[in-house]
């Protein structure tokens, strides 16, 4: 079935946008999706990193950015619907595929997927693909979609540092009309995983917190509020 038939939450995070994305080591990056939004021209990219680095979030970006130019392709969601999601999907000036890794091997997938390539290619748009490791590391089973994959541009996202990770909260915050001071910040760090996706959401949570007790995100309320969702 074509992704255009399927009932799925396919709704963009609204907090996916570029303007929220803290670039640190991954500059080239962010200019890159940028430029290639911008003038329409380019292959595309293949983004690759650990889980929760932000990939997910550039993609989204992009098709933020594109509006109805792009299709985001969440395959955690979507792999269990099959291949035929893909039918139709080059004629879309940006294709923005989501974990390819968890599908990488399986015949159907690798061969819908290599036909896809090639009509994005000829019909001159951009596949974007992220994945947890370079095409050649995907296992995929056909060697020609790994030769493919690996003529795109290739970026690994690189791992935020402590410092970073608070910049990156707070530009979060501010996006979302909040104060973030450094000493809380650094507070929700040591309270919590470091992974950015967890400190998002945590994020998420004290908004909504804050808004409702109509309190800013001092530490002792940070404090409280942490204690009563545990």
């Not at 999907?89 to 819908?112: E, I, K, T, Y």
């Amino acid at each position: 079935m074509p992704l255009s038939q399927l009932a799925l939450p396919l709704k963009l995070q609204d907090h996916a946008v570029f303007e929220s994305f803290w670039p640190a080591g991954n500059k080239a990056l962010v200019s890159y999706l940028h430029e290639l939004v911008e003038t329409g021209n380019g292959p595309g990219c293949w983004v690759w990193g650990a889980a929760a680095s932000g990939k997910t979030h550039l993609l989204q970006a992009v098709c933020e950015k594109s509006d109805d130019r792009a299709v985001y392709v969440p395959l955690a969601l979507l792999a269990d619907a099959g291949p035929g999601i893909l039918d139709g999907l080059s004629s879309r000036q940006f294709v923005c595929l989501d974990d390819v890794h968890l599908v990488a091997g399986d015949a159907d997938w690798d061969l819908a997927l290599f036909k896809l390539y090639n009509l994005v290619t000829d019909a001159g748009g951009s596949l974007v693909a992220t994945a947890v490791a370079a095409p050649r590391e995907c296992r995929f089973g056909l060697a020609d979609l790994a030769s493919r994959f690996s003529l795109l541009p290739a970026y690994r996202l690189s791992a935020l540092n402590e410092a970073d990770r608070i910049k990156a909260l707070q530009l979060r915050a501010r996006h979302r009309g909040l104060d973030l001071p450094d000493d809380t910040a650094i507070f929700l760090l040591n309270r919590s995983k470091r992974d950015m996706m967890t400190l998002y959401a945590l994020l998420d949570q004290l908004d909504t917190a804050a808004l409702e007790a109509k309190r800013r995100l001092t530490i002792p309320f940070v404090k409280e509020t942490l204690n009563s969702i545990r």
